[in-house]
């Protein structure tokens, strides 16, 4: 079993949809969980990060952990193209370095 | 956020010759800096992490004459990669950390190109 599963995409969605991104993981050792937004050919910019199960808000955008299923999901209310990127679940914690998902790839079309 | 500043942005280069890359943190002191590489539609891999003032730690399968990292104030790393070849080829983004792993910032990448 891998450590992170995220689906690869890609994710199709015409503009003002409810985006949900997805990620499982193994390591009950990860304490730290984020999301990182990645444009075509830049590094990755974080986007969120919580520690705790339950919902994070940051204007458009809600992190949700569910640490007892070992789930992470981002949401995106109201997409715009602009919103259009690979997007990266991270993990960390318990003395591990920072662990990615392969990332999905989300396009929002006009 | 923090910034973390990366040059350059891309670089074509004959194979045999050698290149470097710096990675900045601009508004913050970074005890630890990582360097990955990145294959297209991938995700990031993690080649090296680097402390100030102390010699670099590989990852597993990453070669370290192939791949010099110097980390010589608590703002500046760079990676040289030597004597490259076109498998040599690949994006390749540093990240800083001010000492917590769930606060890392990110360069833009470089994207070298060995012909």
């Known amino acids: 079993q891998k450590e992170v599963e995220q689906d690869p995409g890609p994710l199709s969605v015409p503009e003002g949809a409810i985006v949900s991104l997805n990620c499982t993981y193994s390591n009950s050792a990860f304490q730290y969980f984020m999301w990182y937004r990645q444009y075509s050919r830049k590094g990755p910019e974080l986007l969120m990060y919580t520690y705790s199960s339950g919902n994070k808000e940051d204007g458009r955008f809600t992190a949700q952990v569910d640490k007892s299923s070992k789930y992470i999901s981002l949401f995106i209310r109201d997409s715009q193209p602009s919103d259009s990127a690979t997007y990266l679940c991270?993990?960390?914690?318990?003395?591990?370095?920072?662990?990615f998902g392969t990332g999905t790839q989300l396009k929002v079309e006009l | 956020g923090a910034v973390v500043s990366q040059h350059p942005s891309w670089v074509i280069c004959k194979s045999g010759t050698s290149v470097k890359i710096e990675c900045r943190s601009l508004d913050f002191q970074a005890t630890t800096m990582f360097w990955y590489r990145q294959f297209p539609k991938q995700s990031l891999m993690l080649m090296a992490t680097s402390n100030e003032g102390s010699k670099a730690t590989y990852e597993q399968g990453v070669e370290k004459d192939k791949f010099l990292i110097n980390h010589a104030s608590l703002t500046l790393s760079t990676l040289t990669v030597t004597s490259a070849h076109p498998e040599d080829s690949s994006f390749y983004i540093c990240?800083?950390?001010?000492?917590?792993?769930?606060?890392?910032?990110f360069g833009s990448g470089t994207q070298l190109s060995v012909l």
């Open positions: 991270g993990f960390t914690g318990g003395g591990n370095k920072l662990t």
């Open positions: 990240s800083a950390s001010e000492g917590a792993y769930e606060k890392l910032f």
